[in-house]
């Protein structure tokens, strides 16, 4: 007989978690309140710029061991491309100087000990002066672990942390940032080698779960939003759905997979990150040069990352709060201004699409972190997943396919028990 679990939420998160339950046998049933699958991180036909888009340029490295294999489960792991070396060209539109970044293809971070790879101007104290971050703790600001100012901060420390942390580095929380730097920098360029979906979000990491679960028999309903669980003593007895009502059966498991609102008000009481911060996002049609790389790093400008994509250039910018009330075009062609400078291309303002996300990702402080809970409920049949659950890192991808691999991995421990 087939245990049963219904998944609350079809973002990255929830749908880990669901791959992950369908293939051990599971009966699954997702309900996702909106009419697409993928959160945050999905793909869509944007008319202005007549391209498909993503809402947002989300970057994978080689060392996210759970984004990789949760890839690898639904047979599109070849859709994450990249170079076959972890090299990051750098510009600074201040200065104009470009540079490139080699992190080489070791498990150790090597790199450091050579003139010609690693950041110019620096030397290896300067490295050496990031030691503190690596071991800081929860409670500690980056600001307070290493210094924040110097070539190498300006030219690689700020561009990553801001990226990772979506918060101005010195104030972010120190430990999520030493966690980032472990798995990155510190475990050598085997683990950073840049990936991107380059046929979009929604082709490689969302279309093909939904395809795999449904030929697993299960059941995925849109437009089916929670309204209420219903409690009988410690667990989840039913849940509530506008105008129908789910009985479970008593060995029934519910993973809740919705961003920290919704599931704040679905259990009260439940402590959740209370402050987030905007990114916002850029996409232009316009065919990028042969030899544009399909990523770039920006110091010195508004743009900080730019990718280069079939028929499209985009951009993104972190801890973006200044620019959401910004008029678009006045945005639009900002953005396109230092596109131009950074990508070595000239012309009117193309195409455009405009995507400003305020609430991206929940703010990564010490005192947000704080707030984040575990994946275990007080109710033992429901669990949590999310990218603004306890997962370590800040709110990444990796850091959502985790959280789902958790919470399945507690469903899967707790039936065996």
């Not at 990051?88 to 010609?116: H, I, S, Y």
């Not at 307070?144 to 929380?173: F, H, M, W």
């Not at 291309?345 to 402080?365: C, D, K, N, S």
Request: aromatic residues 6%; neutral net charge.
């Amino acid at each position: 007989m087939q245990n049963t679990v219904h998944i609350i939420g079809a973002g990255i998160s929830g749908l880990a978690a669901a791959v992950r339950l369908a293939n051990a046998n599971f009966k699954v049933h997702v309900h996702e309140a909106t009419q697409q699958a993928g959160g945050r991180c999905r793909s869509y036909f944007d008319a202005a710029t007549n391209l498909t888009i993503d809402n947002g340029n989300h970057l994978l490295l080689s060392g996210n061991r759970h984004a990789l294999a949760y890839a690898r489960s639904i047979g599109t792991e070849a859709g994450l491309v990249g170079p076959k070396r972890a090299q990051f060209p750098f510009v600074d539109l201040t200065t104009g100087q470009r540079w490139q970044l080699d992190l080489g293809d070791g498990r150790l971070p090597l790199w450091v000990f050579d003139e010609a790879r690693r950041v110019p101007d620096t030397g290896l104290l300067d490295y050496l002066a990031l030691a503190p971050l690596i071991w800081a703790g929860q409670g500690k600001l980056v600001g307070d672990a290493i210094p924040c100012k110097g070539t190498l901060y300006q030219r690689l420390v700020q561009p990553l942390l801001l990226a990772a942390l979506n918060v101005d580095p010195p104030e972010g929380s120190a430990g999520l940032a030493g966690a980032v730097v472990r798995e990155t920098l510190l475990a050598g360029g085997q683990a950073c080698r840049p990936l991107i979906a380059r046929d979009g979000l929604s082709a490689v990491l969302v279309e093909p779960a939904i395809k795999l679960l449904q030929e697993k028999g299960a059941g995925i309903q849109f437009g089916h939003e929670l309204r209420d669980f219903v409690m009988s003593a410690n667990r989840v007895g039913a849940l509530r759905f506008g105008n129908d009502a789910v009985t479970l059966a008593s060995d029934d498991v519910v993973v809740l997979a919705v961003p920290p609102r919704p599931a704040a008000s679905l259990l009260p009481g439940l402590k959740t990150p209370s402050k987030f911060r905007a990114i916002v996002n850029a996409h232009f049609r316009f065919d990028p040069p042969k030899d544009m790389p399909p990523i770039l790093g920006v110091v010195g400008g508004l743009v900080e990352w730019l990718f280069a994509f079939p028929q499209r250039l985009s951009v993104t910018i972190s801890s973006a709060d200044r620019l959401v009330d910004m008029p678009r075009e006045e945005l639009a062609q900002a953005i396109w201004q230092d596109v131009c400078k950074a990508g070595g291309v000239q012309g009117e303002l193309p195409p455009w699409q405009i995507v400003r996300e305020r609430r991206a990702t929940f703010e990564a402080t010490p005192e947000q972190n704080a707030l984040r809970p575990g994946a275990v409920t007080g109710c033992k049949n429901l669990f949590l997943a999310g990218d603004w659950t306890d997962t370590g890192l800040p709110a990444t991808i990796e850091g959502s396919v985790r959280s789902g691999d958790r919470a399945a991995d507690l469903v899967l421990a707790m039936l065996r028990a």
